[in-house]
């Protein structure tokens, strides 16, 4: 997995390898308008929720400043009550994974290396079985 800067809603950069510390990454390429997206979030929270603390969560946001602004994601936090953390880009996610597909959910081990991705819904137990698969690979 390259190195890529993400921002925090606050603006502030930070590199791909400053969130991961060392520990699997599953990053959840979303936007508030999008119904798949809408529908795996509660699974998503809970997962953030149980292994927050071994692997680390990205949820990037498909910020395009019209159809998704900070106003818009801010509401949508809001109305969801959603707790992970939320970064944007510059489109480098998408280019790199040449995907435009919403959601896109990307799995990478505790090296650095990809373990598996998904375009569009994940079921929770396809998200459970990938989250504990990071836990185990050696």
Same mark, same amino acid.
């Not at 997206?37 to 927050?52: I, N, S, T, V």
């Not at 603390?53 to 809001?78: H, P, Y």
């Not at 969801?80 to 489109?91: A, C, L, R, S």
């Not at 991705?117 to 459970?128: F, H, Q, T």
């Given at each position: ?11 502030? =950069? ?10 699997? #990454? &599953?990053? *959840? %390429? !979303? @936007? ?14 809970? @997962?953030?929720?149980? %292994? ?8 990037? *946001? @498909? ?10 994601? =801010? ?11 939320? %970064?944007?880009?510059?489109?480098? !996610?998408? %280019? ?9 959910? #990307? ?7 990809? @373990? ?5 819904? &994940?079921? =929770? ?14």
């Amino acid at each position: 997995m390259p190195n890529l800067p993400f921002f925090t809603l606050d603006g502030e =950069e930070i590199l791909f390898e400053d969130i991961r510390k060392g520990k699997p #990454v &599953v990053i *959840n %390429y !979303f @936007a508030s308008w999008c119904p798949p997206c809408k529908e795996e979030l509660p699974h998503f929270q809970r @997962a953030f929720d149980e %292994y927050g603390d071994r692997i680390s969560f990205i949820f990037l *946001n @498909a910020m395009d400043g019209q159809r998704e602004t900070k106003a818009t994601l =801010e509401t949508f936090v809001k109305q969801t009550n959603f707790t992970g953390p939320i %970064y944007t880009d510059e489109g480098l !996610f998408g %280019y790199v994974f040449q995907t435009n597909s919403l959601p896109t959910t #990307v799995f990478v081990n505790a090296d650095g290396t990809l @373990a598996n991705g998904y375009l569009g819904y &994940v079921s =929770e137990s396809v998200l459970i079985e990938n989250l504990e698969a990071l836990l185990t690979q050696e």
